[in-house]
């Protein structure tokens, strides 16, 4: 497949849309603020990530030789991302009455079995925040002269002191800064920590010696000093959920206008990265996408309700990235029944060796799909020309698997990894083992063709009982399905 289109990204530093011009010639240098370890990740967290994985995907595609760093903060995140709050880390260790690094080890290998089931791409770093507390009090000390005061709970950052602080978030009134807690001694109401002090007479499971004594640092300083590290300053692109646009990514740029000595934000590069690129919220109207709530809505918990993870990544594909997406169980039941009418449209090419993906019947399919995912990775269009392409009729079939091939690794699907019989999963409280379902459907089967319909019409209502819908007559061959 060709591209002769040029990938144009909405940049939210500027709140508009522009090419995309790499800062290093043929390279793409990537930041996306990873988890904070001390829960695990409901799926609006992994909307993040799957977005993340799309722009990943597609500067692959394009030519770039992409460098990805995702962080995993394990201190330093309050309950109040202004600075208010306990440390969630510590607080989440003393519910627990566990070792805040055994917190930190649990959440963290949850959160990476959820990157590997949505089918998405390792970065080239994963960067942990209490391996460069040495460098973030470096970075704090560079600074601290000029745009930094000390007060009894720890190091301030001086909004004053940077051009266009909150341009990112346009809050630029106090009204906007309104909600953030005050502290004893803030010279604006925006300031933020860079360094907290361990209160005295307390002890931190994770604190570290510094110039302003013991503590750890804010929040808003891993960032930093972790992307700056890892990629150089300025590097292409940072991206986050627009969670991050208020408070976190405004502060990260403060920091990164300091540390770098540059001016105000007319120029994009002068905030760290070029491109600052946010993902819209998943919406779930009965509020059981918070944490706080009990069964909060986590990957295991569409898995243990028959849903296979990629009928999530589909989901999230069906609707741009910078648009709200409504959760709803119908609506992840629909991406899953769109995602086996492809896995079975790909089945059909099982065994066809990729040839040249050029044919004229394919050619307006690939320009649709390139201009789609070059205008702002706008994935439910490319998702449909896929979906053409599976569907085209009259094709040599090496040139239809090259060019699913060559989508899907952009999509990011699985469509040649994934069977039919992968994606019928067992939910958790089914009361029948799948081998008993097929035996009964086996037995149905031969009621049937013997014409005994009374036996048959018992097998079925048997097997409602125990929550198995069975399907007759279903034109994707799917015999059954658990309820």
């Given at each position: 497949?060709?591209?002769?289109?040029?990938?144009?990204?909405?940049?939210?530093?500027?709140?508009?849309?522009?090419?995309?011009?790499?800062?290093?010639?043929?390279?793409?240098?990537?930041?996306?603020?990873?988890?904070?370890?001390?829960?695990?990740?409901?799926?609006?967290?992994?909307?993040?990530?799957?977005?993340?994985?799309?722009?990943?995907?597609?500067?692959?595609?394009?030519?770039?030789?992409?460098?990805?760093?995702?962080?995993?903060?394990?201190?330093?995140?309050?309950?109040?991302?202004?600075?208010?709050?306990?440390?969630?880390?510590?607080?989440?260790?003393?519910?627990?009455?566990?070792s805040i690094w055994d917190i930190a080890r649990h959440y963290t290998e949850a959160y990476w079995a959820d990157i590997a089931a949505l089918n998405i791409r390792q970065p080239a770093q994963w960067s942990v925040?209490?391996?460069?507390?040495?460098?973030?009090?470096?970075?704090?000390?560079?600074?601290?002269?000029?745009?930094?005061?000390?007060?009894?709970?720890?190091?301030?950052?001086?909004?004053?002191?940077?051009?266009?602080?909150?341009?990112?978030?346009?809050?630029?009134?106090?009204?906007?800064?309104?909600?953030?807690?005050?502290?004893?001694?803030?010279?604006?109401?925006?300031?933020?920590?860079?360094?907290?002090?361990?209160?005295?007479?307390?002890?931190?499971?994770?604190?570290?010696?510094?110039?302003?004594?013991?503590?750890?640092?804010?929040?808003?300083?891993?960032?930093?000093?972790?992307?700056?590290?890892?990629?150089?300053?300025?590097?292409?692109?940072?991206?986050?959920?627009?969670?991050?646009?208020?408070?976190?990514?405004?502060?990260?740029?403060?920091?990164?206008?300091?540390?770098?000595?540059?001016?105000?934000?007319?120029?994009?590069?002068?905030?760290?990265?070029?491109?600052?690129?946010?993902?819209?919220?998943?919406?779930?109207?009965?509020?059981?996408?918070?944490?706080?709530?009990?069964?909060?809505?986590?990957?295991?918990?569409?898995?243990?309700?028959?849903?296979?993870?990629?009928?999530?990544?589909?989901?999230?594909?069906?609707?741009?990235?910078?648009?709200?997406?409504?959760?709803?169980?119908?609506?992840?039941?629909?991406?899953?029944?769109?995602?086996?009418?492809?896995?079975?449209?790909?089945?059909?090419?099982a065994g066809v060796e990729a040839g040249s993906p050029s044919h004229p019947k394919l050619a307006a399919m690939i320009e649709t799909f390139e201009k789609a995912m070059s205008d702002d990775l706008n994935t439910?269009?490319?998702?449909?020309?896929?979906?053409?392409?599976?569907?085209?009729?009259?094709?040599?079939?090496?040139?239809?698997?090259?060019?699913?091939?060559?989508?899907?690794?952009?999509?990011?699907?699985?469509?040649?990894?994934?069977?039919?019989?992968?994606?019928?999963?067992?939910?958790?409280?089914?009361?029948?083992?799948?081998?008993?379902?097929?035996?009964?459907?086996?037995?149905?089967?031969?009621?049937?063709?013997?014409?005994?319909?009374?036996?048959?019409?018992?097998?079925?209502?048997?097997?409602?009982?125990?929550?198995?819908?069975?399907?007759?007559?279903?034109?994707?061959?799917?015999e059954w399905k658990l309820g």
């Amino acid at each position: 497949m060709t591209d002769a289109h040029a990938l144009t990204l909405f940049n939210s530093l500027t709140r508009q849309l522009e090419p995309f011009q790499p800062v290093h010639e043929g390279e793409a240098r990537v930041y996306s603020c990873g988890p904070t370890v001390y829960n695990y990740p409901h799926i609006g967290n992994m909307r993040a990530y799957v977005f993340a994985d799309i722009l990943g995907r597609t500067l692959s595609h394009k030519g770039y030789k992409l460098t990805h760093v995702i962080n995993i903060t394990d201190v330093g995140h309050l309950t109040d991302d202004a600075d208010a709050g306990e440390d969630k880390m510590e607080k989440m260790a003393a519910e627990k009455a566990q070792s805040i690094w055994d917190i930190a080890r649990h959440y963290t290998e949850a959160y990476w079995a959820d990157i590997a089931a949505l089918n998405i791409r390792q970065p080239a770093q994963w960067s942990v925040a209490t391996e460069y507390v040495p460098q973030m009090i470096e970075f704090a000390t560079q600074i601290a002269d000029k745009h930094c005061y000390e007060i009894d709970s720890g190091l301030y950052f001086d909004v004053s002191t940077v051009a266009d602080y909150g341009r990112l978030a346009r809050a630029v009134t106090e009204e906007g800064e309104g909600r953030i807690e005050a502290v004893d001694g803030k010279r604006n109401a925006a300031d933020f920590a860079i360094w907290r002090k361990t209160p005295a007479g307390e002890k931190r499971q994770m604190e570290w010696d510094s110039p302003w004594g013991p503590g750890a640092p804010g929040w808003h300083l891993e960032c930093s000093v972790m992307s700056g590290k890892l990629l150089g300053f300025p590097f292409d692109i940072h991206t986050g959920g627009i969670d991050h646009r208020e408070i976190h990514h405004p502060n990260e740029i403060a920091q990164n206008q300091a540390f770098c000595c540059t001016n105000g934000l007319d120029i994009p590069a002068n905030s760290g990265a070029r491109v600052w690129m946010h993902n819209n919220f998943l919406v779930e109207r009965s509020g059981k996408m918070s944490k706080s709530s009990g069964e909060f809505l986590r990957l295991q918990l569409l898995i243990d309700k028959g849903y296979h993870p990629l009928a999530y990544r589909m989901m999230c594909l069906q609707a741009h990235y910078r648009s709200e997406l409504e959760f709803s169980w119908d609506g992840l039941g629909a991406a899953l029944t769109r995602l086996k009418r492809m896995i079975m449209a790909a089945e059909r090419l099982a065994g066809v060796e990729a040839g040249s993906p050029s044919h004229p019947k394919l050619a307006a399919m690939i320009e649709t799909f390139e201009k789609a995912m070059s205008d702002d990775l706008n994935t439910p269009v490319a998702l449909t020309a896929l979906e053409d392409v599976l569907a085209a009729k009259k094709v040599d079939p090496a040139a239809k698997r090259a060019v699913v091939e060559a989508m899907d690794a952009v999509l990011g699907l699985d469509l040649f990894g994934t069977s039919r019989a992968d994606l019928r999963l067992r939910p958790k409280s089914a009361a029948i083992s799948e081998t008993e379902i097929e035996a009964a459907l086996a037995a149905r089967k031969e009621a049937r063709a013997a014409k005994d319909f009374a036996a048959s019409d018992a097998l079925r209502d048997e097997l409602a009982a125990k929550g198995v819908e069975v399907m007759d007559g279903d034109p994707l061959g799917w015999e059954w399905k658990l309820g």
